[in-house]
């Protein structure tokens, strides 16, 4: 009796390490390619004029070897384009995904959802920016793709800057160009981020690359006015006009732009102020710019200004 008791135990517990030997090897793995962005668009305004910041934060991972990098633009409304140091790679010591990995030029403390500040030492500036609520969301398998917009405050060279975020984050494994080329990645790229009336914003962009196409859509576009989500449904946009671009494209320069929302049809009209020219791949270029306009709806009338990214 007592050899059968402890045959049995040997056998439960060798069952009970075959399944945990099972249970472990049925984990899902962490993807070994992979990239992740953070996109952070502000404009605001003080008694000196308007400003607008962009910073782009991406990291990835290709095997063992883990990338990070930004992308920054500043603009002011009457100096123009102002250098603003950390565009470029860093190292990404830690190895980080989940999170923005901080760098010399740029340190991020708290969550898009639960509130962020970014701040930048080399460039005299710091972006405090409240809790943001989705306002858009995708998903292609197990890539996906978040929005949301919120007030934020940049404080700036002394000023302090009143204004709104646009962000945007995107997951997308087995893709990273970071380290990978993807040829046709980009083509026709238009996107806007709009301050309207210096206190509400919207964003849209439209593009017609395939390969993106199920994760961000061609046509994409929100509004949030005193803090409600406001949906651009049957979204059209036209370019109005072209600019001479050294390559086999041309830039846009002026769009008229229509849609259904909550309370009925809505229209913009925009312009192309000023275009900082970033890269140019002869097929295609790319280039950020200062948008000024007005936008119709619900009866009323009110001024644009932002940033607009043109990824050609």
Known sequence: MTHA???????????????????????????????????????????????????????????????????????????????????????NLKKELDRIPDSPSFQFVGAPEAGLTITSAPNQLTLRINPMPMRHHRTDGKSRVWMGSASAVLTWQGRTIRGRVIYEYLFMPDFNRLTRTYFGLWEEFQGLYLLVDGKDDVYLHSQLSERLAPLVGNLVGFAVMNEETDYLNDLDVTVLDREFALGFYRWPTAWRISWKGNKGPGSMTLTLSERKGIANWVLGGFSMGIARGELSYDGRTWPLYGLVELLM
């Open 5 to 91: 008791i402890l045959a049995a135990l040997l056998l439960l517990a060798l069952t009970a390490v075959g399944c945990r030997g099972d249970s472990a090897a049925q984990e899902p793995m962490p993807p070994t390619l992979l990239y992740v962005s953070d996109y952070f668009s502000f404009v605001g305004a003080d008694q000196e004029g308007r400003v607008a910041f962009a910073l782009d934060n991406n990291r990835g991972r290709d095997g063992e070897a883990f990338q990070a990098e930004h992308f920054v633009v500043l603009h002011d409304e009457h100096k123009g384009w102002v250098d603003a140091l950390g565009s470029g790679p860093y190292d």
